[in-house]
């Protein structure tokens, strides 16, 4: 079974503190996702990158950066966090036959 | 208007029952799709894919409509256990992946 690991499953952070969400996976996959999920607004997608060193503009990447250095990781990077960035993050793979995403279990995170 | 609208829900129906969820995608261009549940505090799953001729698994029934931009989710025998939060999903040939809100099902006995 495919594996997407995100390294905590819960965070805190103060508000002006660079954050880091790594999201490792297992699959060899091109391609790889962030997404936050707030309650009544579903999964918006922050980032995407179809290969190393690639990224595209989700629909909400203000505020965001990420890095792919290496095609097993997808670092989302928040660098100066705010309290509207308070969410659920989830980091996605996609196999090439552009079929199916296995996303990872999450990082709750909190900014105070 | 969003890329991807699922019905707001949420929907309470009792064991047994059969309820549908519908979808709407604005993209013309998308190219793939499908269904995803999401159980309380999870991750989101694979329930199904979508395909031009509609498929089925077990008791779920999927349909695409390409012409209206619209696919559904039939459920036939209601269980308890599927009670969760159903995600429509659409690919687009850029690569995104873009997510309905989702629509909440509970299933009571």
């Known amino acids: 079974d495919v594996k997407v690991t995100q390294s905590s499953r819960y965070l805190v952070k103060r508000t002006g503190e660079k954050v880091f969400l790594e999201c490792v996976q297992d699959?060899?996959?091109?391609?790889m996702f962030w997404y936050r999920q707030d309650p009544g607004l579903g999964l918006r997608l922050i980032y995407f990158s179809y290969d190393v060193k690639m990224k595209e503009k989700g629909d909400i990447p203000e505020g965001y950066s990420v890095s792919r250095e290496k095609k097993e990781r997808f670092s989302l990077i928040l660098e100066s966090a705010s309290t509207n960035q308070t969410s659920m993050y989830l980091c996605?793979?996609?196999?090439?036959?552009?079929?199916?995403?296995?996303f990872g279990s999450g990082t709750q995170l909190s900014v105070l | 208007r969003k890329e991807v609208e699922q019905d707001p829900g949420p929907f309470n129906v009792p064991e047994g029952a059969t309820v549908a969820f519908n979808c709407t995608y604005s993209n013309s261009a998308s190219q793939s799709f499908f269904w995803y549940r999401q159980d309380c505090r999870k991750e989101p799953k694979l329930l199904m894919s979508?395909?031009?001729s509609g498929n089925e698994d077990g008791r779920f029934t999927a349909q695409l409509n390409r012409a209206s931009q619209y696919i559904s989710l039939l459920i036939r025998d209601s269980k308890l256990s599927d009670s969760a939060t159903y995600l429509c999903v659409v690919n687009t040939n850029a690569g995104k992946s873009t997510f309905g809100d989702g629509t909440t099902l509970t299933v009571k006995p």
């Open positions: 699959m060899d996959h091109e391609n």
């Open positions: 979508v395909y031009s």
């Open positions: 996605a793979s996609r196999s090439e036959d552009r079929e199916k995403l296995f």
